[in-house]
C-alpha cells in the first residue's frame, strides 16, 4: 500500500469497536507497517517491533460499544461521525506509537556550563579540550553522548576554543542556527542572543561553519572571521588581528567591526551602568578596538569619539549625544 493511501473511515470505525474482518485488519496492519516515522533514536528493526506492539494492542483489546446514530439522522451526520471515529483511531496509534518508543528512550543528561558573573570562567572538557567562557556565556553538551562518535557542545555568549586534535572525532559546536566543526585548532565565537551576528574567528587550524537551515558552508582559514547577520541569514568572511582576540580573557572589551548598539549593550553589562540613546544615532556605526581595563568613563570616551558623540549622566543615567 503507498504510504499517502488512506484507510477508509468504515474500516477504522470497525478496527476502533474490535468488529472489523481479517482482511480489514490485514489492510490496516500493512499501512500502519508502512508508515513514514522518522526517529533517529531507534534501530529500524526496533521501530517495527514497536509497530508489531501497537497493532497487537489496538486490535486484541475489545473495545467499548460505539452507539450508532438513529436511522433517520442526516448522512452528514453520518459522515461526521465515521471522520470522528477515524480521527480516535488516528490518536490511539499515534498514541500507543509515542508511548512504545518513548519506553525505551533514555532521556539525555545534558552538563551545563555557566559564567555567573562578569568574569571569564576556564573550562576544561572530558576530551581535553580547553574552553574560557566570557560573562552572560553558558556551554551545554550530552553527558553521555560527548566524546564517542563527535564531539558536540551549544554555545550561548562568548567562547574561546582550544580543541584537542582527534582525527575520528570532529569537534561540533553550535550557536543558534550555526555549526562550526573543527578537528583541532583554535578559535572564538560569539553569539549573545539579542545581538545582531553570529561570528566566528579562526586563529589557528582550519574550520568548516555551515548554516543549518540552508546546507550552505564555508572554510576559514587563520585571521579570518566570518560574521553572520541573524536579521538577512546571509554572511561574509573579513580578516581580523588574531593577537587580541584572547585578551577579553584578561578583561578588556574586544571589538572586531561589532555593531556600536552591541558595544554598548557589552559595555553597560560590564560596568553595571544604564545607557539610553536614540537607536539612530548609533544605527550603521561600527567599532573595531581593544579597549583595556580601566575607568568606565575613559573607555566611553574612547568607544564614541570615533563616532563624534558624546555622554552626559542625570540620576544615575547615561545618556549619549551627538558632540
Do not use: C
Not at 202 to 220: F, R, S
Not at 239 to 245: E, G, L, P
Request: proline share 3%; hydrophobic share 40%.
Amino acid at each position: 500500500m503507498a504510504q499517502d493511501q488512506q484507510i477508509p473511515g468504515d474500516i477504522l470505525d470497525r478496527v476502533f469497536k474490535g468488529t472489523a474482518s481479517d482482511a480489514e485488519q490485514e489492510l490496516v496492519r500493512r499501512w500502519m507497517m508502512a508508515m513514514d516515522i522518522s526517529d533517529t533514536t531507534m534501530s529500524a528493526e526496533r521501530l517495527q517491533a514497536e509497530k508489531h506492539e501497537m497493532l497487537h494492542r489496538v486490535m486484541a483489546t475489545p473495545r467499548a460499544a460505539t452507539v450508532a446514530p438513529p436511522v433517520k439522522t442526516k448522512v452528514r451526520l453520518l459522515t461526521i461521525w465515521k471522520v470522528a471515529a477515524a480521527a480516535v483511531v488516528f490518536a490511539f496509534l499515534s498514541w500507543f506509537l509515542l508511548t512504545g518508543i518513548r519506553k525505551g528512550r533514555k532521556e539525555p543528561v545534558y552538563v551545563t556550563i555557566a559564567t555567573t558573573g562578569k568574569d571569564a570562567k576556564h573550562i576544561q572538557l572530558p576530551d581535553g579540550s580547553a574552553v574560557w567562557l566570557n560573562a552572560r556565556s553558558r556551554l551545554e553538551y550530552i553527558a553521555d553522548e560527548f566524546n564517542k562518535s563527535h564531539r558536540q557542545v551549544r554555545l550561548t555568549g562568548e567562547g574561546y576554543f582550544e580543541i584537542a586534535k582527534d582525527d575520528t572525532r570532529p569537534f561540533i559546536v553550535i550557536s543558534e542556527n550555526i555549526a562550526t566543526q573543527v578537528l583541532g585548532t583554535s578559535f572564538n565565537i560569539e553569539t549573545y542572543p539579542g545581538e545582531a551576528e553570529i561570528r566566528v574567528a579562526l586563529v589557528n587550524g582550519a574550520v568548516a561553519v555551515k548554516d543549518m537551515h540552508t546546507n550552505n558552508y564555508t572554510l576559514l582559514h587563520p585571521n579570518e572571521m566570518l560574521r553572520y547577520s541573524k536579521g538577512n541569514k546571509k554572511w561574509g568572511v573579513v580578516s581580523f588581528s588574531s593577537n587580541m582576540v584572547r585578551n577579553w580573557l584578561n578583561g578588556h572589551l574586544i571589538f572586531e567591526e561589532l555593531p556600536l548598539a552591541d558595544v554598548l549593550d557589552r559595555f553597560a553589562y560590564k560596568y553595571g551602568i544604564t545607557l539610553q540613546y536614540d537607536k539612530e544615532l548609533v544605527k550603521h556605526k561600527r567599532v573595531t578596538g581593544d579597549f583595556s581595563p580601566d575607568k568606565w568613563q575613559t573607555v566611553l570616551d574612547n568607544i564614541l569619539f570615533i563616532h563624534k558623540l558624546k555622554y552626559t549622566t542625570k540620576n544615575g543615567i547615561v545618556y549619549i549625544n551627538k558632540r
